[in-house]
């Protein structure tokens, strides 16, 4: 019977892995050739690059930045490499965000996928300016439950890739790419709440709020 330092090692695994080989992945967009954009936006992404690098930087950064935040040993071990990678990761996700504010109107799906993808810009600069004023507050629990909200949200370009594959179930891409630009983050931000209550369990009758 596997244990929940187990399950918690085999999902930090996960995480770590999927996330940076989508970073690795989308770093491509680097090279600046039309040829490795996603087709249907090669022209407006040739034509907006400021804003395409501001999001893929940030985006690529926090992805594979991120989840090295929440391995422990890193933060006990090592807590000035903790806090400095923090600092990129914050930073990061302010880009990305940025970006994907400047690219939401001009995205795939009509307005429902420039609404949902404003939406998540937005509430990823939320969750990350909370984990920022609550580290600067000394208030360690919750920074760590911001991080871990604003991480999902980022988290969200891999889940958003995997709703994707819908579409070769034959629905219409047009459909699956505007509905996952809601669907993609709202999945991960419950799953986030959902473990961050599990981590709040009761202690001697009482209910610990992060």
């Known amino acids: ?6 399950l918690r090692r085999a999902g930090w695994l996960t995480m770590t892995i999927s996330a940076t ?16 954009f996603l087709a249907n936006q090669a022209a407006v992404y ?17 992805l594979a ?9 890193l933060r006990t071990r090592h807590p ?8 990129v990761y914050l930073a990061a996700a302010a880009a990305a965000a940025a970006g994907g504010l400047l690219l939401a109107p001009l995205s ?3 307005p429902l996928a420039h609404l949902g993808f404003s939406v998540l810009a937005v509430l990823l600069l939320v969750t990350s300016g909370a984990a920022l004023v609550s580290i600067l507050r000394r ?5 760590r439950a911001w991080m871990f909200r604003s991480y999902a949200l980022v988290f969200a370009a891999v889940t958003f890739r995997a709703w994707l594959g819908l579409a070769a179930t034959g629905l219409p891409f047009d459909q699956v790419y505007a509905v996952g630009a809601w669907t993609s983050w709202m999945i991960d931000l419950l799953a986030a709440q959902v473990l961050l209550t599990a981590v709040s369990a009761p202690r001697g009758g009482r209910r610990v709020i992060t």
């Open 1 to 6: 019977m596997l244990t929940t330092a187990r």
């Open 21 to 36: 080989g989508l970073a690795l992945f989308s770093a491509r967009y680097f090279s600046l050739n039309p040829a490795v």
């Open 46 to 62: 040739a034509a907006h690059l400021a804003p395409l690098l501001l999001h893929v930087g940030g985006g690529v950064t926090a």
């Open 65 to 73: 930045v991120g989840p090295w935040q929440f391995w422990s040993a």
């Open 80 to 87: 000035a490499v903790h806090r400095a990678m923090g600092r």
């Open 108 to 110: 795939l799906g009509g």
């Open 139 to 143: 208030r360690i629990e919750a920074h």
